[in-house]
């Protein structure tokens, strides 16, 4: 690996993150070009539906591109199943000779057919330049068009000895400042934030993106029993449309015409002998709308869930330095042993730990 593509690369994925929040169900996307040894254009995905990456970079190059090197993370599309023109007929009219990728995209659409089309008009083409980091960026977008399904991320505020709340039904604040920016942080990059319904009236929560910049993801709700109080201010508020309750089949077919006069879509599924209401059926829908990526919140039943049937991609942990002594434990199951740590670090007084699945 040249030295000077992974340090284009890292631009490209700097870019790329720009579009977080913005680009979804499209994949985060930056692009460089570089001619003579100098950065001539740059570009990102700013927005579903505007122009892709290349495009940008293309469109505001300083200089002719005749010869240049295009640097983008992820292979340049090349079907017009979009509502935006292929980058690779863009890039063999901007007569570019060199083009690097870190991944292939694993769209059906294109998964290798891009990077064939530019080297059949002889650009030459190299793949692979960080690619692990290019993944990562990348894995809502990833897990969402290989499986149909978002990528499922738990995010679990606990003391030091597990404990979620100090006891049942009781709203407990652990985390500082520095946590809850994070939290909103991730908030507006997320498609979808998932709770529970005890999580509706114990912390009667808005899920809205208050202390950071961005836009309000989309508020989801599992209560197969019907038991949300239907004074929360989830369902009270400007954002009630952007809001989607699961529930059993069996539930209060009035509180369930309140609820959509207000606003809220609604799914009636099928229960067990509980009214639990199957998880991945709840995935396979949220896919189905377009939903690439979901921010687990809460509670313990949720996460149990989760976990119990293997169904997430990440955990993030935020472990406050306070130890409860007794309460209520974030999940009822053991902790993965299969997780990998792939960071961890201090935000203000709290712990954050980052694991994925295998």
Not at 9 to 15: A, H, P, V
Not at 40 to 48: L, M, Q, R, S, V
Not at 166 to 174: C, D
Not at 212 to 235: H, T
Request: glycine content about 8%; hydrophobic content about 35%.
């Amino acid at each position: 690996m040249k030295a000077e593509d992974k340090k284009y690369i890292e631009r490209c994925f700097e870019l790329a993150g720009r579009g977080a929040g913005h680009a979804s169900p499209n994949p985060l996307v930056g692009s460089v070009i570089v001619k003579n040894g100098r950065i001539i254009a740059e570009g990102w995905h700013e927005k579903y539906g505007g122009p892709h990456a290349e495009a940008n970079a293309i469109n505001h190059a300083l200089e002719d591109t005749e010869g240049a090197t295009l640097y983008c993370n992820l292979e340049p599309c090349c079907h017009t199943n979009k509502k935006t023109p292929p980058c690779t007929t863009k890039i063999i009219g901007s007569k570019i000779k060199r083009v690097v990728i870190s991944n292939v995209d694993p769209n059906p659409f294109v998964a290798g057919k891009g990077i064939a089309q530019l080297r059949s008009f002889g650009i030459e083409v190299e793949t692979g330049i960080l690619e692990d980091e290019g993944r990562y960026l990348n894995r809502f977008f990833f897990k969402h068009i290989t499986t149909g399904m978002p990528y499922v991320t738990l995010k679990i505020a606990q003391s030091l000895d597990g404990r979620i709340a100090s006891e049942k039904g009781k709203q407990t604040w652990l985390t500082g400042k520095e946590s809850a920016e994070f939290v909103h942080s991730q908030r507006a990059v997320y498609d979808a934030v998932l709770i529970g319904a005890n999580t509706v009236n114990v912390d009667n929560p808005q899920l809205n993106v208050r202390m950071v910049k961005g836009r309000n993801p989309k508020r989801i709700i599992i209560d197969g029993n019907l038991n949300s109080s239907i004074d929360a201010r989830i369902f009270n508020d400007e954002l009630t449309e952007n809001t989607i309750l699961f529930t059993c089949g069996k539930s209060d077919a009035g509180k369930l015409t309140l609820l959509q006069n207000k606003g809220v879509t609604i799914f009636r599924l099928p229960g067990d002998v509980d009214n639990k209401i199957s998880i991945p059926e709840i995935l396979k829908i949220l896919g189905s709308e377009n939903v690439t990526s979901l921010f687990i919140e809460g509670g313990r039943e949720i996460f149990t869930q989760f976990i119990k049937e293997n169904l997430f991609d990440e955990m993030v942990i935020l472990q406050a330095p306070v130890t409860l002594g007794k309460g209520i434990s974030a999940f009822d199951v053991d902790f993965p042993s299969n997780l990998k740590e792939i960071s961890s670090e201090m935000l203000g007084n709290d712990k954050k730990t980052v694991y994925l699945t295998p």
